[in-house]
């Protein structure tokens, strides 16, 4: 235990970058988004917001209408539960405090340009850049208002308020599929560089 | 396959049974959802549970769709009304939306229909429409959501249904109302008890200020605008008051049984 510690304080490389609480819930969130994301093509098949455009079986989740509500309402539970400890645990840890801000315009501006041009270091995983601070923050911000659009349209009689803050069931099912593509696109960014910058995929699975 | 089996029944075709059988699912695709599950075996590394084997997958699904009955029951406040519209924000044409075309929609003959009423009620007495359309009636203009998504807004009349349960003497704490109705292939739904009796639950004859159109349900359906579309049954012939949970055409294939606002 003594040396353990003592190999800890002296290589300053292995500190722990990713702590276990958000490797647990980042990969615990993966699988729901994806389940959610999945399962939500389906549903908006039965009824699609924009005439020309329906999603492939390959990528949607259930086989039916049916079917893709039994895993949506069943995802959303691992989604809401997951997402409220690591907003409670973000917050009261100072994790997001910490990591995610202060985000300034300047800084992303700078932090945007030296990224397309292969400038931006990677160097220390345990400092996000602008760009990062802002995709993650706002992410964050949108997976809040996803749930809530959500709920404002499981519930619109109970929770009736919540869907009128929406401006109504019709904009609320917008705003979902909009926030929806959000989380989509963030993926794709997300996942590519996480394949560009490998250790910090390391990072994310093993803590360092 | 076991439920299936267990309907055969000795001196009836097997082969014309499976084939009404098939006709009950409009759908092949329905039958799908749990084939879905086999394209997330990678999950199953992640999850721990066996998300290959279909039938778990379903059976865990059918536990997690159970439980949300619960908390949507448990979430229902009786008090909460759907919110309510002025009649310029009706959407007309209010689509026409079952699972067969509206060619196929029952036919009914007014003057020979009667709702029948059994169950753990006082009153057994069946109703005709004459009847029926004595009873002091309430409008209202909710908003219909189809569990496919869409939304549309309309005008319904008619008696509320704590009303007419109080009427006939029901037993009010009983669990359900399960309702039948004529629709082709037999659409049946249970009503669970306190959202039988909220308010707005109601015994709908008329549809903008007009008798129910056969589109929309005639004689009578049932609005509840607490509840999915799937929910309020048209075409109704019998209510029955019980305990017992009998489940519904819907409900059956797997939509959640609860299914509220």
């Known amino acids: 235990m003594s040396s353990l510690t003592a190999t800890r304080t002296t290589t300053s490389p292995s500190k722990v970058i990713q702590p276990a609480w958000v490797r647990a819930m980042h990969w615990t969130n993966a699988v729901a988004i994806i389940l959610m ?11 699609p917001l924009f005439r020309s455009l329906t999603f492939s079986h390959s990528i949607t989740l259930g086989g039916w209408l049916g079917g893709a509500l039994l895993w949506h309402f069943a995802a959303m539970w691992l989604l809401m539960i997951n997402g409220l400890a690591y907003l409670i645990t973000g917050f009261a840890t100072g994790r997001f405090a910490k990591k995610l801000f202060p985000i300034s315009i300047r800084g992303v501006i700078s932090d945007v340009t030296a990224a397309l041009t292969f400038k931006l270091s990677h160097d220390d995983l345990s400092k996000y850049n602008q760009v990062q601070k802002i995709l993650y923050a706002g992410i964050i911000a949108v997976g809040i208002v ?10 619109p009689v109970q929770l009736q308020y919540l869907t009128a803050l929406f401006g109504g069931y019709d904009i609320a099912r917008y705003v979902h599929f909009f926030c929806m593509s959000a989380i989509v696109a963030f993926l794709a960014i997300h996942v590519l560089l996480a394949l560009l910058v490998p250790k910090s995929l390391r990072a994310m699975i093993i803590g360092r | 396959m076991g439920r299936l089996r267990k309907l055969l029944i000795p001196g009836v075709d097997k082969q014309l049974l499976v084939k009404d059988a098939t006709k009950v699912m409009p759908d092949l695709a329905r039958r799908r959802f749990i ?16 998300v290959l084997d279909s039938s778990s997958a379903e059976e865990m699904l059918k536990r997690v769709s159970k439980f949300n009955d619960a908390f949507q029951a448990f979430i229902f406040n009786p008090d909460a009304m759907a919110p309510t519209f002025p009649e310029s924000a009706i959407t007309k044409p ?24 059994r169950g753990l009620v006082d009153n057994k007495k069946s109703w005709t429409l004459e009847e029926l359309y004595k009873l002091p009636q309430v409008k209202q203009v909710t908003r219909h959501i189809c569990v496919e998504g869409w939304s549309a807004i309309g005008s319904w009349t008619g008696t509320p249904l704590r009303d007419f349960l109080k009427l006939v003497g029901a037993d009010t704490r009983a669990k359900y109302c399960w309702f039948q109705c004529a629709d082709k292939e037999g659409y049946n739904s249970p009503l669970d008890m306190r959202t039988a009796l909220h308010p707005q639950t109601q015994m709908t004859f008329k549809f903008g200020d007009e008798i129910l159109p056969r589109a929309y349900g ?28 009998k489940g519904g055409y819907w409900e059956d294939q797997g939509y959640n049984s609860f299914s509220g606002s």
Do not use: H
Request: charged fraction near 20%; proline fraction near 6%.
């Open chain 2, 35 to 50: 084939s879905g599950g086999a394209s997330l075996g990678a999950l199953t590394l992640l999850t721990g549970c066996d």
């Open chain 2, 218 to 245: 005639f004689p009578m359906k049932i609005r509840v605008p607490t509840k999915l579309g799937f929910k309020n049954p048209k075409y109704v012939i019998s209510m029955e008051v019980t305990n017992d949970y």
């Open chain 1, 37 to 47: 994301i999945m399962s939500g093509l389906q549903v908006y098949n039965a009824s």
């Open chain 1, 146 to 155: 996803i749930v809530l659009s959500g709920l404002s349209i499981w519930k």
């Open chain 2, 94 to 117: 209010f689509p026409f939306n079952a699972y067969y075309e509206i060619d196929d929609a029952p036919e009914i003959d007014g003057a020979d229909w009667k709702l029948e009423v």
